[in-house]
Nanobody, 115 residues
């Protein structure tokens, strides 16, 4: 099974930017839709953004216009460019297939946005 490793998180001030990266241990080409999820403190894990194998994207309303998801099937990576960050974006961010169908989660990457 493809293993997923997220990176790129950190501490940033409100209005700042971060770029997250998800590296897969194997080919993600067989996974039609990949995406990013996040879990804030005391909250459930929510879907944030998705991208199909052909590059069609979709975003949660809360991040639309601020986040951009991209995918490189040759390099087996899925990135999330996050701009205009807000304190409410603070969460652990994970990548996985969309919809989630039981594939193992990685360790995630922590994003903390200070006000």
């Amino acid at each position: 099974q493809v293993q997923l490793v997220e990176s790129g998180g950190g501490l940033v001030q409100a209005g700042g930017s971060l770029r997250l990266s998800c590296a897969a241990s194997g080919s993600i080409f067989t996974i039609n839709v990949m995406g990013w999820y996040r879990q804030g403190p005391g909250k459930q894990r929510d879907w944030v953004a998705a991208i199909s194998r052909s590059g069609i994207t979709n975003y949660a309303d809360s991040v639309k216009g601020r986040f951009t998801i991209s995918r490189d099937n040759a390099k087996n990576t899925v990135d999330l460019q996050m701009n205009s960050l807000k304190p409410e974006d603070t969460a652990v961010y994970y990548c996985n297939a969309v919809p989630w169908r039981g594939r193992s989660w990685g360790q995630g990457t922590q994003v903390t946005v200070s006000s």
